[in-house]
């Protein structure tokens, strides 16, 4: 068998196993201004209810994102804030570890954090479900 049939015939079973894997890893979709949601699926199921900052007393910048799951499910998951300097760039220290945090059905839930660092102008809240 020639490797142009070996491919033709191949490449519809790599596609469809692909199609009918359970998670879409690595996809970050945007929900609102400041949460990105790991994999569309599960995307379609949070919403966002308020967003919010301020500067702290001590000129740290305090973040708070109210995200509200719209499955009746209840959800493993787990969430970060990346802290950003002017134009979008990351701070070097917002590689923060990811945090644990169940998203009950159909109930909104507050998400929050204070930067360490005074230099952070905005934020972007990263949200994924929990293996």
């Known amino acids: 068998m020639n490797n142009r ?23 970050w979709i945007e929900k609102g201004k400041y949460l990105n949601v790991e994999d569309p699926a599960f995307a379609a199921n949070v919403e966002v209810k308020k967003e919010s900052f301020e500067r702290t007393p001590e000129g740290f ?18 969430y970060r804030f990346e802290w950003l300097r002017e134009n979008d760039m990351t701070q070097s220290h917002s590689e923060m570890l990811w945090r644990p945090v169940r998203l009950l059905g159909r109930t909104p839930t507050r998400l929050e954090s204070v930067c360490t660092v005074k230099d952070a102008e905005d934020f972007r809240l990263l949200l994924r479900r929990k293996d």
């Open 5 to 27: 049939l070996k491919i033709a015939l191949l490449l519809p079973i790599a596609v469809f196993a692909g199609c009918i894997a359970p998670r879409t890893s690595g996809v």
């Open 61 to 78: 910048l305090h973040a708070q994102v109210e995200v509200m799951n719209t499955n009746r499910s209840d959800y493993e998951c787990q």
